[in-house]
Each structure stands twice: as C-alpha cells, then as structure tokens.
C-alpha cells in the first residue's frame, strides 16, 4: 500500500518514553520509537518530531509546587532536549541523519530553530527532531507541535499516545467507553475530550491540519498511520463524528 501522507509531524509525549520507569528514558522504548521512525523515513517520507519533557520535570507540577510558573516552564523546556537529543542519537545509530533544532539557544548541541533550515533538512531526507518547545512559557509542547507543523507544512500531526484513539470517557474506568473513529476539532474542543489542549486544537482547526491520534505501544503502528490504514482517531475539518 503506497503512503498516504508525504510530510508529516510525530508529537511524542515525554511519558511516551519512560515505558514502565516511574521517571526518566528507558532505553529499549526510545530504539523502539526510533527504528519505527527510521523505517518511516526509509520509505522516502519526511518526518519532523516534537517531543515533549514530562518524563523529566513538569512545569504546571514545578509551579503548584510553589516554584515561578515561568521558570517551571523554561525548566521543562531545557528537559525536552535531553530527549530529543537521546532520540537522534537513536536514530543516527539506525542510520538516519538526523538534526535537533532547539528554540532556546543551545549551540553546542544544537541547531537554532530556522523555519527554511528545518524544511531544507526535510527535503534532504533528515529527520528533524524539534526541542524546547516553542521557546516561550506557558505554551505547551501539543501547541508547539501545531505551531511547528503548520510552519513546515506538514500534511497531519501524529499524536502519539497510550491508548488507541480518543475515547468518550476513559476507558480505563468505563469497560462500555466508545472510541471514536473521526471528530471535528468543535466537537473536541465543546466536549473537551483531552486530544491536545484547547489552543494546539485551535491552531490546527485554523491551518485546517488534522490529528491522528493513535496507541504508539503497538509495534509498526506509526508505518500503519501514514499508510491509510484504520487505526486511532481521526480528528480534521472534514470529519464527521463517528
């Protein structure tokens, strides 16, 4: 089956990548997410990552804590490039060039974000893995992931998640819970389902992006998504609520 998106953006969670630890990196989770990465980008298809840095430290929980929410954030932020940086160095070892692009400032260890730099590397066949959030407090990484990807043009944000899809009320405590096969961002944002906060929906309703939110836990699931196959929840423009 040929691929139905050619440029995408992959928006991983911090948690995504502790597997069973209570906090920080498992190592066999990252090589996982990496050698589906890398096998998505093998088959020719442009794919720019943002991952987020809840795995390390949490800005609104630093900020309940009684710490400077604007601190908290900024802290949070430097914590997502800890990851992306653990993350090219699991893809470069798969073999995939890959660049780590950071809104705040950090040269030594990567690139400065550049809107035209991120898709040259794109076009040249480079994973583009996207840190330090948007380089502002107070905005999250899933709002982050709909600023970037609307910037680079991408076709559809994966959302990659711990379950498959969005539900209407958590399937953990409801065994009768319904998964949705496609939502309108309105009905997202009118029920607040908890796809990706409220302003990351907004941005995409506006550049007409859509989200796929899909179970990154099940093996070869990123490959199923850009191939058109049934998996997740669909949330665009153009859905109906089913």
Not at 57 to 67: E, I, L
Not at 142 to 155: F, M, P, Q, W, Y
């Amino acid at each position: 089956m040929g691929n139905t998106y050619q440029r995408v953006l992959l928006k991983l969670s911090g948690e995504a990548l502790m597997g069973s630890l209570p906090y920080g990196i498992d190592p066999a989770v990252v090589q996982q997410v990496a050698e589906e990465i890398a096998d998505v980008a093998r088959q020719g298809i442009q794919i720019a990552v943002v991952v987020g840095g809840g795995n390390i430290f949490r800005g609104v929980k630093g900020a309940s804590a009684g710490m400077d929410r604007a601190t908290a954030d900024y802290i949070g932020m430097i914590a997502t490039v800890m990851n992306a940086m653990t993350l090219q160095d699991c893809l470069e070892r798969s073999g995939i060039p890959t660049r780590v692009q950071s809104a705040i400032p950090m040269q030594q260890v990567a690139e400065p974000y550049i809107r035209r730099r991120a898709i040259r590397h794109l076009e040249k066949g480079r994973v583009v893995i996207f840190g330090a959030g948007s380089g502002n407090p107070f905005f999250t990484t899933d709002t982050t992931a709909a600023l970037r990807a609307a910037e680079i043009d991408a076709e559809v944000i994966l959302k990659a998640t711990k379950v498959d899809g969005v539900y209407d009320s958590d399937p953990k405590i409801n065994p009768d819970a319904k998964r949705f096969q496609t939502l309108t961002y309105s009905h997202v944002l009118a029920h607040d389902l908890g796809v990706m906060d409220s302003t990351a929906i907004a941005l995409c309703k506006d550049n007409n992006l859509p989200i796929l939110v899909f179970n990154l836990s099940v093996p070869n699931n990123i490959r199923r998504a850009l191939t058109g196959e049934s998996i997740g929840t669909l949330v665009g423009g153009s859905c109906e609520v089913s």
